[in-house]
């Protein structure tokens, strides 16, 4: 099913990331050209916000859709509406204050992630963002060369990334270059969080001093963007080109969401949908 040509606007809200869509509403099905639009912008823009959409569960997961596959977590809370829409309340699950990515105990890591509002804080509550691909063209051409033979070592148990699960000690673990070339744009990144165990392909010693320089370089105010919420907001962003930080500045309050992750479509059914 397909609807008209929708009219819309793409709100720059960032010198480097972010943009706001204005005029389109993901309740309600979204024909081709708009769809290809909107990948189009997500590409260039990495974080979109779509203001005011109250999706449902279904809502969320086709609004997903939309930019990737949604993917079915093997360990995360499921919505009872919908499997592939997972719950979280920070009152109960916890609170996501570090600069992290998403998925890194699986290989590729996930696409994109998504959150559908329902209560925020009064005041405060706001995420960052930051452009780990601005991050890394600003590096000199020799620290490039010496991280391309460089790569991180992470937990590759998914339970130890579930909501309210406590961890449990690092067993099997994963690697991903601190360097990502982008599956769909190409361009190279930085790839790195700060669930980090150690780096390879340098000295322990080194491996320290490397990491916590990436570490502090990609969260550098001058590679991110903040978005506050209202209830009903729903945002996406490239997984694979940022990284980001849910502020913690609202003490108790309320912080009530849904998210659906999305993973790269097999390659003959990614090429249908962007025909």
Do not use: C
């Not at 008209?4 to 509403?25: C, K, L, M």
């Not at 959150?115 to 490039?144: C, I, M, N, R």
């Not at 990436?214 to 990284?243: C, E, K, M």
């Amino acid at each position: 099913m397909t609807t008209a040509t929708t009219a819309h606007e793409i709100r720059r809200v960032g010198p480097r990331i972010g943009a706001e869509v204005i005029g389109v509403d993901l309740t309600r099905p979204v024909d081709e050209k708009t769809a290809d639009a909107l990948r189009e912008a997500f590409e260039g823009h990495k974080v979109l916000v779509f203001r005011n959409q109250h999706l449902t569960p279904d809502q969320h997961v086709e609004a997903v859709r939309i930019f990737a596959e949604p993917f079915d977590h093997p360990t995360a809370v499921k919505d009872a509406a919908n499997p592939l829409v997972y719950p979280y309340n920070v009152r109960q699950t916890g609170k996501a204050s570090q600069w992290h990515i998403g998925g890194l105990w699986r290989s590729p890591v996930f696409a994109i992630e998504s959150l559908t509002y329902e209560e925020v804080p009064e005041l405060g509550g706001h995420t960052l963002w930051a452009d780990l691909q601005a991050a890394y063209d600003d590096l000199s051409e020799p620290f490039k060369v010496l991280l391309a033979s460089v790569s991180a070592a992470y937990d590759a148990d998914p339970q130890n990334y579930a909501q309210g699960k406590r961890r449990t000690a690092v067993g099997e673990t994963v690697e991903h270059p601190v360097v990502l070339e982008h599956p769909v744009t190409g361009r190279k990144g930085l790839f790195i969080s700060t669930s980090a165990l150690r780096l390879t392909g340098v000295t322990p010693d080194e491996g320290k001093v490397l990491l916590d320089h990436l570490l502090r370089h990609a969260s550098s105010p001058d590679y991110t963007i903040r978005f506050g919420w209202d209830p009903g907001d729903f945002v996406l962003w490239d997984n694979q080109a940022t990284w980001h930080y849910a502020v913690d500045d609202y003490g108790d309050g309320a912080r009530v969401y849904r998210k659906v992750i999305g993973v790269e479509r097999p390659q003959a059914e990614a090429a249908s949908s962007s025909a």
